[in-house]
C-alpha cells in the first residue's frame, strides 16, 4: 500500500509540474489562438538561465530563479514581438507552422551551448535527507517544489481573477473586437500573454532542473508532455490545465509503477499520455473544463 | 485560345475541360519529356560518386514523401507532424517481413515491388486511423493528433524487441532480371528504380488533382462548410486526405529501407518530420513542383551546412557540437523565413519569372 502512496506522491509532484508547463501554453492559446509547438524550448532556455546565473555567475537560486523569470518574461514578449506579430490575421496553420520553425531554432541554438549535450545538476541547497511519514518519502527539492508551482498557480488565478491587466486579457481572449473597442490594446495582450508564459515556462523549467537534473531532452520532452495535459485538461481553461497535469502526472506514475515490466511492457510512462490524447481526441475533444466551441464539419 | 499561350496576354478557355489540361501547350509537354530525359539518360554521361548518388537518390526518396505531405498540409489544409512516422510504418513493414522471414527471403529480395505496394497500403491504413479525429475536429486538434502519433510510433519501436530497439534491422540485397543487384550498381539501381515509381506518382497524383477526388480536397481546405453544401462530406475527405498521404510516405519509407538497405529509428524522428514540412514549405505549399523543389532545396542545404559545420570544425576545436546546432537552427530558420516573407514557396519564384516573361516589355 505504501508503495501506491509513493506513486500517489511522486505522481503529484511531476503532475504539479505539468500543470505548471501547461499553465504558460494555455495562457498563450487562450489570448491568442496560437498553439505554442516552441514551449518546451522555452521552458528549457529558462532553466539553463537559471543554471547559468546560479552556478556560473555565483548567485544564490532564490535570487537567480525570479531574475531567470524576468529574463525569460522578456524573451518570450521578443518572440512574439519578432516573430508573431506580423503573422497576425494570417492563417493558423502558418502561424502554428511558425511555431514549429521557432521549436527548431532554439533548439539549434541551446545546442550552440554546452547545455544542449551534456548533463548538469544544480547545487544542492536543501536538506538532502528526504522527509518521511509512514513509508511515503518526499525529496526536499520535490516538497519546495510544489509550494512553488501551486504559489504560482494561486498567483496567476488571482492574476486573473482581479488585476487590470489579467481582466484586460480574459475580455481578449473572450472576444477581441469588443476588447479592443473598450480601448484594450490587442497586440500588447499578446505580448504580455506570451511574456507570462514565459515567466511561468522559466519556473517549471527552474523546478525540474532541481528535480531531476538539467538534461535537454528531458526538458524538451516536458514541452512535448503538455499536449496531452492541455487537451485532457481543454485547451482554454486553466483550471483544467491544472487539474489534468495532475491527473495526467498519476496516470504516468503508476503507468511505469505497475505496468512496466509486466507483459514485457516498458517505459509505458512516456506513451500512455499519448494514447489518453488520441482516445481523447476522439470522444471528448474539448476536454474536461474546456468550452464546448469545436465546430463539427 | 491563343496559339501560344506564352505570349498571350489573358487565358482564353471555353471549357473547364481546356483549363484542366496536364499540359496546356506542346511546348510545355516537350520540356516535360526533355527534364524526364535528361533525369534518365544523365547517368550514361557523368560518372558520379556514390556519395553523392545517394544525396540524389534522397532527394527523390524525400520527394515522394513531400508529396504525400504536400497532399494533406497543402492541398487540404491539415498540418501533420509526424509525417516521418508514416514514413517510418512503410519503412518498418519491410523491415518486419525481413525479421520474420529473414533478410535474405525470396518475397524481400525478389518480390521488392510488391513489398513497396505492401507498406504504402500500410502507411495509408495507419494514416486514415491518424486521421480518424478528423471526423470531428479541425486542423488544431490534428496537429497534435499527429503529433502523438509520432510519439507512440518512436516509443513501439524503441520498446520492442520485435523492432529491434530502434536499432538497425537489415534488409537483403535485391534481384532484378539480371541477377542480384551488385554493390557497386547498388545506388544507380535505385536511382532508376525510385525514378520510375516517382514518375509513376506524380503523374498519378497531378490526374488525382483534376478529377473531382483530388478537388474536393482544396475545396475542403478553402471553406469546409461550402464544400459540405455542395454535397462532399468534409469528415471523410480530410481522413481520406490522411490515407493518401500516408500511401506516399509509405512508399518511400520503403524505398528508403531497400536504399540504405537497413531501417533504424533515427530517420524517422520529429526532427526528420519537421524536415518535411520545412521542405514542404520551401516549397510551396499546396502546389505540385513545389514538391520537387522543396526537397531539392532542402538536401542541398543540409549537405552545405554538413560541409560549413565540418570547415568551422576543423579550423575552431572548441565547438564540437556545431553540426547538431547548425541542422536545427538553419532549418528553422528557412521554415520561419519562408513563412514570413515567402509563404507561397520557391515554386512561386516560378509562376513570377513565368509571368514576367509573359508580359515582358509591357509590364506592369
Given at each position: 500500500?505504501?508503495?501506491f502512496?509513493?506513486?500517489?506522491?511522486?505522481?503529484?509532484?511531476v503532475?504539479?509540474?505539468y500543470?505548471l508547463?501547461?499553465?504558460?501554453f494555455v495562457l498563450?492559446?487562450?489570448?491568442?489562438?496560437v498553439l505554442?509547438?516552441?514551449?518546451?524550448q522555452?521552458i528549457?532556455?529558462g532553466?539553463?538561465?537559471t543554471?547559468?546565473l546560479?552556478v556560473?555567475?555565483?548567485i544564490p537560486?532564490?535570487?537567480?530563479?525570479?531574475?531567470?523569470?524576468?529574463?525569460?518574461f522578456f524573451?518570450?514578449?521578443?518572440?512574439?514581438?519578432?516573430f508573431?506579430?506580423r503573422?497576425?490575421?494570417e492563417?493558423?496553420?502558418s502561424v502554428?507552422?511558425v511555431?514549429i520553425g521557432?521549436?527548431?531554432?532554439?533548439d539549434?541554438l541551446?545546442?550552440?551551448?554546452?547545455?544542449?549535450t551534456?548533463n548538469f545538476?544544480?547545487?544542492?541547497?536543501?536538506?538532502?535527507a528526504p522527509?518521511?511519514f509512514?513509508?511515503v518519502?518526499i525529496s526536499?527539492?520535490?516538497?519546495?517544489g510544489?509550494?512553488i508551482?501551486?504559489?504560482m498557480?494561486?498567483?496567476?488565478?488571482?492574476f486573473f481573477?482581479?488585476s487590470?491587466?489579467?481582466?484586460s486579457?480574459?475580455?481578449?481572449?473572450?472576444?477581441?473586437?469588443a476588447?479592443?473597442?473598450?480601448?484594450?490594446?490587442v497586440?500588447?495582450?499578446f505580448g504580455?500573454a506570451?511574456?507570462t508564459?514565459?515567466?511561468?515556462?522559466?519556473?517549471?523549467g527552474?523546478?525540474i532542473g532541481?528535480i531531476t537534473?538539467l538534461?535537454?531532452?528531458?526538458?524538451?520532452?516536458?514541452?512535448?508532455?503538455?499536449?496531452?495535459v492541455?487537451?485532457?485538461?481543454?485547451?482554454d481553461s486553466?483550471?483544467?490545465?491544472?487539474?489534468a497535469g495532475i491527473?495526467m502526472?498519476?496516470i504516468q506514475?503508476f503507468a511505469?509503477?505497475?505496468?512496466d515490466?509486466n507483459w514485457?511492457?516498458?517505459?509505458?510512462?512516456?506513451?500512455m499520455?499519448y494514447?489518453?490524447l488520441?482516445?481523447?481526441l476522439?470522444?471528448?475533444?474539448?476536454g474536461?473544463f474546456g468550452?464546448?466551441e469545436?465546430e463539427?464539419v | 485560345?491563343?496559339?501560344?499561350?506564352?505570349?498571350?496576354t489573358?487565358n482564353?478557355?471555353t471549357s473547364?475541360?481546356e483549363?484542366q489540361?496536364?499540359?496546356f501547350?506542346s511546348?510545355?509537354?516537350?520540356?516535360?519529356?526533355?527534364l524526364?530525359?535528361?533525369?534518365?539518360?544523365?547517368p550514361?554521361f557523368?560518372?558520379?560518386?556514390?556519395?553523392y548518388?545517394l544525396?540524389?537518390?534522397?532527394?527523390l526518396?524525400?520527394v515522394?514523401?513531400?508529396?504525400?505531405?504536400?497532399?494533406?498540409t497543402?492541398?487540404a489544409?491539415?498540418?501533420?507532424i509526424?509525417?516521418?512516422?508514416?514514413?517510418?510504418?512503410?519503412?518498418?513493414?519491410?523491415?518486419?517481413?525481413?525479421r520474420v522471414?529473414?533478410?535474405?527471403?525470396v518475397l524481400?529480395?525478389?518480390?521488392?515491388?510488391?513489398?513497396?505496394?505492401?507498406a504504402?497500403?500500410?502507411?495509408a491504413?495507419?494514416g486514415?486511423?491518424v486521421?480518424?479525429?478528423?471526423?470531428?475536429?479541425?486542423h488544431l486538434?490534428l496537429a497534435?493528433?499527429?503529433?502523438s502519433f509520432?510519439?507512440?510510433?518512436q516509443?513501439?519501436?524503441?520498446?520492442?524487441?520485435?523492432f529491434?530497439?530502434?536499432?538497425?534491422?537489415?534488409v537483403g540485397?535485391?534481384?532484378w532480371l539480371?541477377g542480384?543487384?551488385s554493390r557497386?550498381?547498388h545506388?544507380m539501381f535505385?536511382?532508376y528504380?525510385?525514378?520510375v515509381i516517382l514518375?509513376?506518382?506524380?503523374?498519378?497524383?497531378?490526374n488525382l488533382?483534376r478529377?473531382?477526388?483530388g478537388r474536393?480536397?482544396?475545396a475542403v481546405?478553402d471553406?469546409?462548410?461550402?464544400?459540405?453544401?455542395?454535397?462532399?462530406h468534409?469528415?471523410?475527405?480530410?481522413?481520406?486526405?490522411f490515407?493518401?498521404a500516408g500511401?506516399?510516405a509509405?512508399?518511400?519509407?520503403?524505398?528508403?529501407?531497400?536504399?540504405?538497405?537497413?531501417?533504424?529509428?533515427?530517420?524517422?524522428t520529429?526532427?526528420?518530420?519537421?524536415?518535411?514540412?520545412?521542405?514542404?514549405?520551401?516549397g510551396?505549399l499546396?502546389?505540385?513542383p513545389?514538391s520537387?523543389?522543396g526537397?531539392?532545396?532542402?538536401k542541398?542545404l543540409?549537405?552545405?551546412?554538413?560541409?560549413?559545420?565540418?570547415?568551422?570544425?576543423?579550423?575552431?576545436?572548441f565547438?564540437?557540437?556545431?553540426a547538431?546546432?547548425?541542422?536545427?537552427l538553419?532549418?528553422?530558420?528557412v521554415?520561419?523565413?519562408?513563412?514570413?516573407?515567402?509563404?507561397r514557396?520557391i515554386?512561386?519564384?516560378?509562376?513570377i519569372?513565368?509571368s514576367y516573361?509573359?508580359?515582358w516589355p509591357f509590364?506592369y
Amino acid at each position: 500500500m505504501s508503495y501506491f502512496f509513493q506513486l500517489v506522491v511522486s505522481g503529484i509532484v511531476v503532475g504539479s509540474i505539468y500543470a505548471l508547463s501547461g499553465l504558460g501554453f494555455v495562457l498563450i492559446y487562450k489570448s491568442s489562438r496560437v498553439l505554442n509547438i516552441a514551449h518546451g524550448q522555452i521552458i528549457a532556455a529558462g532553466a539553463f538561465i537559471t543554471y547559468a546565473l546560479t552556478v556560473w555567475v555565483h548567485i544564490p537560486v532564490y535570487i537567480s530563479l525570479p531574475i531567470s523569470m524576468v529574463i525569460t518574461f522578456f524573451l518570450a514578449m521578443s518572440v512574439e514581438r519578432v516573430f508573431l506579430r506580423r503573422l497576425i490575421g494570417e492563417p493558423i496553420i502558418s502561424v502554428i507552422m511558425v511555431t514549429i520553425g521557432l521549436m527548431s531554432i532554439i533548439d539549434g541554438l541551446i545546442y550552440l551551448t554546452p547545455f544542449g549535450t551534456e548533463n548538469f545538476s544544480f547545487p544542492p541547497f536543501l536538506p538532502k535527507a528526504p522527509i518521511a511519514f509512514g513509508g511515503v518519502s518526499i525529496s526536499w527539492t520535490q516538497l519546495v517544489g510544489v509550494i512553488i508551482t501551486f504559489t504560482m498557480i494561486g498567483g496567476f488565478s488571482w492574476f486573473f481573477k482581479k488585476s487590470t491587466v489579467g481582466i484586460s486579457m480574459r475580455a481578449v481572449s473572450d472576444d477581441q473586437m469588443a476588447a479592443m473597442s473598450i480601448g484594450i490594446s490587442v497586440p500588447r495582450v499578446f505580448g504580455l500573454a506570451w511574456a507570462t508564459a514565459g515567466l511561468s515556462a522559466a519556473a517549471a523549467g527552474s523546478i525540474i532542473g532541481n528535480i531531476t537534473g538539467l538534461n535537454f531532452d528531458t526538458l524538451h520532452a516536458f514541452g512535448i508532455i503538455v499536449f496531452p495535459v492541455v487537451i485532457l485538461g481543454g485547451l482554454d481553461s486553466i483550471l483544467g490545465a491544472v487539474v489534468a497535469g495532475i491527473i495526467m502526472g498519476l496516470i504516468q506514475q503508476f503507468a511505469s509503477g505497475y505496468l512496466d515490466g509486466n507483459w514485457g511492457l516498458n517505459g509505458t510512462g512516456e506513451v500512455m499520455p499519448y494514447i489518453i490524447l488520441l482516445v481523447i481526441l476522439l470522444f471528448k475533444p474539448h476536454g474536461l473544463f474546456g468550452i464546448h466551441e469545436i465546430e463539427r464539419v | 485560345m491563343s496559339s501560344n499561350r506564352w505570349l498571350a496576354t489573358g487565358n482564353y478557355f471555353t471549357s473547364y475541360k481546356e483549363e484542366q489540361r496536364i499540359f496546356f501547350t506542346s511546348l510545355d509537354k516537350t520540356a516535360m519529356c526533355l527534364l524526364l530525359l535528361c533525369l534518365f539518360a544523365w547517368p550514361f554521361f557523368f560518372d558520379l560518386d556514390n556519395k553523392y548518388m545517394l544525396v540524389i537518390d534522397n532527394i527523390l526518396v524525400a520527394v515522394i514523401a513531400v508529396i504525400g505531405l504536400n497532399l494533406v498540409t497543402g492541398f487540404a489544409g491539415l498540418i501533420s507532424i509526424g509525417h516521418a512516422a508514416f514514413v517510418g510504418i512503410g519503412a518498418y513493414t519491410v523491415a518486419s517481413f525481413a525479421r520474420v522471414l529473414g533478410d535474405n527471403h525470396v518475397l524481400v529480395t525478389h518480390a521488392w515491388p510488391l513489398m513497396i505496394l505492401l507498406a504504402g497500403c500500410s502507411g495509408a491504413i495507419f494514416g486514415a486511423i491518424v486521421g480518424l479525429p478528423a471526423l470531428r475536429l479541425k486542423h488544431l486538434y490534428l496537429a497534435i493528433a499527429t503529433l502523438s502519433f509520432q510519439m507512440i510510433f518512436q516509443w513501439t519501436i524503441n520498446f520492442m524487441n520485435f523492432f529491434n530497439q530502434g536499432q538497425t534491422i537489415s534488409v537483403g540485397r535485391v534481384y532484378w532480371l539480371t541477377g542480384e543487384v551488385s554493390r557497386s550498381k547498388h545506388y544507380m539501381f535505385w536511382y532508376y528504380a525510385i525514378l520510375v515509381i516517382l514518375v509513376i506518382l506524380g503523374f498519378a497524383v497531378r490526374n488525382l488533382l483534376r478529377t473531382r477526388y483530388g478537388r474536393c480536397l482544396v475545396a475542403v481546405r478553402d471553406n469546409d462548410r461550402a464544400a459540405d453544401a455542395m454535397g462532399m462530406h468534409p469528415g471523410f475527405t480530410k481522413v481520406y486526405a490522411f490515407g493518401l498521404a500516408g500511401f506516399l510516405a509509405g512508399v518511400a519509407g520503403a524505398l528508403h529501407a531497400y536504399l540504405y538497405r537497413g531501417v533504424g529509428i533515427e530517420s524517422f524522428t520529429l526532427q526528420q518530420s519537421i524536415n518535411y514540412l520545412a521542405m514542404a514549405i520551401v516549397g510551396g505549399l499546396g502546389t505540385l513542383p513545389g514538391s520537387f523543389l522543396g526537397p531539392l532545396a532542402i538536401k542541398v542545404l543540409d549537405l552545405q551546412v554538413g560541409n560549413v559545420s565540418e570547415w568551422v570544425g576543423a579550423h575552431l576545436t572548441f565547438t564540437t557540437n556545431l553540426a547538431t546546432a547548425l541542422r536545427p537552427l538553419s532549418f528553422g530558420l528557412v521554415i520561419v523565413l519562408f513563412l514570413m516573407f515567402e509563404p507561397r514557396g520557391i515554386a512561386n519564384w516560378w509562376r513570377i519569372l513565368r509571368s514576367y516573361v509573359k508580359l515582358w516589355p509591357f509590364r506592369y
